[in-house]
């Protein structure tokens, strides 16, 4: 089995497949597969180059990665077959023999770079920053350079191309971490611990439409561990939303639910029923699809 994972090597992208292949014991039966862009990534799980993906959805600090959402709604035809939570702690890379106190340049994803902001303007108040498409990316740029730069990026990242740890931990906020979904074409069994993923959307924008569709899972008790939106790409004012729930479509009361939010909305779909993680807190580990 192929799981793909938002390469190059030393991406968090690949510890958290890291992750999941070891939970699920497939370490002789798994093999992981970097792919250079997350819509290269989706649609090569969709038409079958992979039997599985792994994409970020969401970061404790910065919040949700738009593009996994858009794509599963608007792209792709996959089931969320799982979920992984990884904790972020991010370390200040470069070449070996390198003084923090030389370094004129921080390479690294954005996201990245937005989530350690405040301590490099600490410790690095001189230097400037520049994006690259990954955190593995700018590890690589750095190890190929003369210049005086570093990378924000892995502690596997750093063994990977040869680059020294001048810090580590230099995330602004204790408890970083960076929520992923396991995708496939093939839905997730029921473990009797689950969460459902859904989006839907009203046919015309008028007072109580949220709170009639909210409505449906407060009167059965589901418990809805996130909602948002965003655009639906037809025009402005028209939004999709998102929402996580407690429970399996093969739970009587979310089926229910379901089929209410069916009546009230012009478009829904179930994007999956999976195993539910308790989150780490830390460097914890997470319990996924038992209680």
């Not at 739970?251 to 308790?278: I, K, N």
Request: net charge negative.
């Amino acid at each position: 089995m192929r799981l793909a994972y938002l390469g190059p090597p030393g991406t968090f992208s690949e510890e958290a497949a890291r992750r999941y292949r070891e939970r699920k014991g497939l370490a002789e039966g798994m093999r992981l597969v970097p792919v250079k862009t997350l819509p290269d990534l989706l649609l090569g799980v969709d038409a079958g180059r992979c039997e599985l993906g792994i994409v970020p959805v969401e970061n404790s600090i910065e919040g949700p990665v738009v593009l996994t959402l858009d794509m599963l709604v608007h792209d792709v035809n996959l089931q969320i077959v799982a979920e992984e939570v990884l904790p972020v702690r991010h370390y200040l890379l470069a070449r070996p023999g390198r003084d923090i106190r030389d370094v004129t340049l921080v390479l690294s994803h954005p996201q990245a770079l937005a989530q350690c902001r405040r301590t490099l303007s600490r410790r690095l108040p001189k230097a400037e920053f520049g994006a690259t498409s990954s955190t593995a990316e700018a590890a690589r740029k750095v190890a190929a350079s003369d210049e005086p730069w570093a990378a924000i990026g892995t502690a596997l990242a750093a063994e990977l191309y040869g680059l020294e740890i001048l810090l580590e931990g230099i995330e602004d906020q204790n408890g970083n971490s960076t929520r992923f979904l396991v995708v496939g074409k093939e839905p997730a069994e029921r473990t009797g611990f689950d969460k459902t993923s859904a989006a839907f959307a009203f046919k015309e924008d008028r007072p109580g439409n949220l709170y009639a569709a909210l409505r449906e899972f407060a009167v059965r008790g589901i418990n809805l561990t996130k909602l948002e939106s965003r655009p639906a790409k037809k025009q402005l004012g028209e939004y999709i939303f998102f929402v996580d729930m407690e429970g399996h479509t093969q739970d009587p009361d979310v089926a229910e639910a379901l089929a209410g939010l069916q009546r009230l909305c012009s478009f829904v779909r179930v994007l999956g029923s999976y195993p539910r993680c308790v989150y780490p807190k830390g460097d914890e580990a997470q319990s996924c699809g038992s209680g």
